[in-house]
């Protein structure tokens, strides 16, 4: 599954609302701002799940990825943050559907921290072979 | 997430019906990937959902999610 974006990504911001925990199966959903004319879907297409009477949600029919967000009148749309080949690039500005904030959230980035190569045997390592899309085309 | 020949499934967290009771949560993996923004995503703006719906859209919205508690019918 690949996507072009030939615009800016905008408000990039996390969403702790219920319906977005759920969506995403995380804590919270990482989104960024698109306008929908942009957005491009070269390699598949996505699935949607209405969510809601007012939201379609995309997500990818053969791996589950969330991909997009988008209300049904709107000239734009969001994009998962974890599914744009450098997640890094979409600066956090704002935080939502804080009524679904979890205890967990404020001290995430003080939780002691391993790499993965750390994590699994070397024998493992070894035989690890991704099959997801890589970050290029 | 599973990994062959483990007995242990690791579950969604956001996919429980309450989240905010699972945890402490204990440590990080992978974090040769993390995202530099992490670090201080807990001090960005906070808003309520309320604060960012016009009332218009927040009397039509209806989750289409299943709820958070067993149903004997569904959908």
């Given at each position: 599954m690949r996507y072009a974006i030939n615009g800016p990504l905008f408000n990039a911001h996390i969403c702790h609302c219920r319906m977005c925990q759920k969506a995403s199966g995380n804590l919270f959903a990482a989104l960024?701002?698109?306008n929908k004319a942009d957005l491009r879907w070269t390699r598949g297409e996505p699935a949607y799940f209405r969510s809601s009477s007012i939201v379609q949600r995309g997500f990818c029919p053969h791996c589950g990825t969330p991909l997009t967000f988008a209300y049904d009148h709107t000239l734009h749309m969001n994009i998962s943050i974890g599914s744009l080949d450098n997640p890094a690039l979409a600066k956090k500005e704002n935080q939502y559907g804080i009524e679904g904030i979890t205890p967990a959230f404020p001290a995430l980035h003080e939780l002691p921290g391993s790499r993965t190569e750390d994590d699994i045997s070397a024998e493992d390592l070894q035989r690890l072979k991704s099959f997801q899309h890589p970050d290029h085309d | 997430m599973r990994e062959d020949g483990d007995n242990n499934y690791e579950l969604a967290i956001g996919a429980f019906d309450e989240p905010s009771r699972i945890g402490p949560l204990t440590e990080q993996v992978g974090v040769e990937?993390?995202?530099?923004?992490?670090?201080?995503?807990?001090?960005?703006?906070?808003?309520t959902t309320p604060e960012t719906r016009t009332p218009q859209d927040l009397a039509k919205l209806k989750s289409l999610q299943h709820p958070d508690h067993d149903t004997d019918h569904w959908p």
């Amino acid at each position: 599954m690949r996507y072009a974006i030939n615009g800016p990504l905008f408000n990039a911001h996390i969403c702790h609302c219920r319906m977005c925990q759920k969506a995403s199966g995380n804590l919270f959903a990482a989104l960024a701002g698109v306008n929908k004319a942009d957005l491009r879907w070269t390699r598949g297409e996505p699935a949607y799940f209405r969510s809601s009477s007012i939201v379609q949600r995309g997500f990818c029919p053969h791996c589950g990825t969330p991909l997009t967000f988008a209300y049904d009148h709107t000239l734009h749309m969001n994009i998962s943050i974890g599914s744009l080949d450098n997640p890094a690039l979409a600066k956090k500005e704002n935080q939502y559907g804080i009524e679904g904030i979890t205890p967990a959230f404020p001290a995430l980035h003080e939780l002691p921290g391993s790499r993965t190569e750390d994590d699994i045997s070397a024998e493992d390592l070894q035989r690890l072979k991704s099959f997801q899309h890589p970050d290029h085309d | 997430m599973r990994e062959d020949g483990d007995n242990n499934y690791e579950l969604a967290i956001g996919a429980f019906d309450e989240p905010s009771r699972i945890g402490p949560l204990t440590e990080q993996v992978g974090v040769e990937s993390r995202v530099s923004w992490i670090k201080g995503m807990h001090l960005l703006p906070e808003q309520t959902t309320p604060e960012t719906r016009t009332p218009q859209d927040l009397a039509k919205l209806k989750s289409l999610q299943h709820p958070d508690h067993d149903t004997d019918h569904w959908p």
